[in-house]
């Protein structure tokens, strides 16, 4: 493994860690002593990683001399300084351990190899390459009940040429410790080519034709109440796993009576999301058309809020988190038609008249029974008399 490239140079090619020692260069009478340190950077995985595993790094170092102390610096592709925690230090072989990893750390990273005695500045540079999802940790989804919605994951594989195939699922379910329905599973060629397949039924959804590579989309063109919950996304590679969640929340709105609002009456308006919500989430009713303020706000985190409404206009229910309106839902309350309120003042005034007539009746038809009943009891009263006198007439 060594060649004499001139006179004075020797190279040696493919270094290991046994290669280290003292080197003497002979001319003459002369002897020139060189001592060779060779140091070893590994990293777990061969730098292939997924998100939020944590990447261990192994300096070993050999040298003819006693070995130095050495201190580490390491850098991440953004070139910001990231402290490691040293696990095990026995100056010949380093271990050190590094946070999780997040996708967009992916790149070149560089370790940083110092010591006064013997003097020694050494930059190391390896590969790292980090296999996730580019959306947040925990991303929230917001629907109107009937509307459309697409829920996408980004893959980062494009981004960062990633050369090995790895597969994948996607799951949902309504809520924690439910059952879990899979959608979809997908494989990705070495190549990077996303190949998807339906898995399920149990929910109308669709996959877009038209995406940008590396995404996993889901659309629902007409969204239920029961198809909120947590879609989540997951990964796989070399029997390691990485997920992205994502928690649909849908938001649906009903009146009690439904119809038309008649001249005084009331109809209740009812708000409810699908929740959980965020701890600084609220719902809040507004009267849009409406000359004065008229809002009405629940307590944070609460899912369902009703308001009863005597006026007739446009009505929204916004779901606000942290100052900002998510979504909105608006329902018009529509006020019934001149001649609708006509026939109802009508017929309560026909009604009224005709069950006054009807007592009217009622107590003509009783004055005339009594009259009737007293008229024949006297008619019987004077037969009874007139018997009586002729009996009398017969006995004198």
Known sequence: ????????????????????GIYTCEYGTHKVHTSLHIVNLTISLDGHFLQNEVPELILTQNSPSPLPDLSITLFDSNNNRVTPEIQNK?????????????????????????????LINQNISFAVKVLGFQNPD???????????VIL???????????KKGFTGQLNWKQQE???????????????????????SNSLLFEIPESKSESTI??????????????????????????????????????????GPLSRGASVTLTCQVSGPLAPDAYLSWEHVNSTKMDIKNSKQREVKLEVNVSTAGLWSCHLIENSDKKISFHY???EASVWINNVIIGASIGG??????????????????????QRAKRMAQARQHLLENKTCQCQQ
């Not at 493994?1 to 280290?20: E, G, H, M, N, P």
């Open 90 to 118: 026995n100056l010949q072989e380093y271990i050190v351990n590094l946070k999780k990893l997040k996708t967009m750390e992916s790149g070149t990273w560089v370790c940083q190899i110092h010591s006064d005695s013997p």
């Open 1 to 20: 493994r060594s060649d004499i490239k001139t006179q004075y140079k020797l190279s040696v090619r493919d270094l290991k860690l046994s290669d280290a």
């Open 352 to 373: 009224s008249l005709l069950a006054f007539a009807l007592g009217c009746l009622c107590i003509i038809s009783g004055v005339s029974w009594q009259r009737r009943r």
């Open 217 to 258: 989309d889901v659309k629902l063109p007409k969204v239920h109440f029961n198809h909120s919950g947590q879609y989540q996304c997951q990964l796989e590679y070399e029997r390691r796993h990485a997920q992205s969640k994502i928690e649909l929340v849908v938001m649906k709105v009903s009146a009690n009576p439904a």
């Open 152 to 162: 996408s994951w980004h893959l980062n594989s494009q981004k960062i040429k990633w």
């Open 332 to 334: 018009h309350v529509e």
């Open 138 to 148: 925990l991303e929230r989804k917001y629907a109107t009940v009937d509307s459309t």
């Open 177 to 199: 410790g439910a059952e879990s329905h899979e959608l979809l599973d997908f494989n990705v060629t070495p190549e990077g080519q996303l190949h998807e397949t339906k898995k």
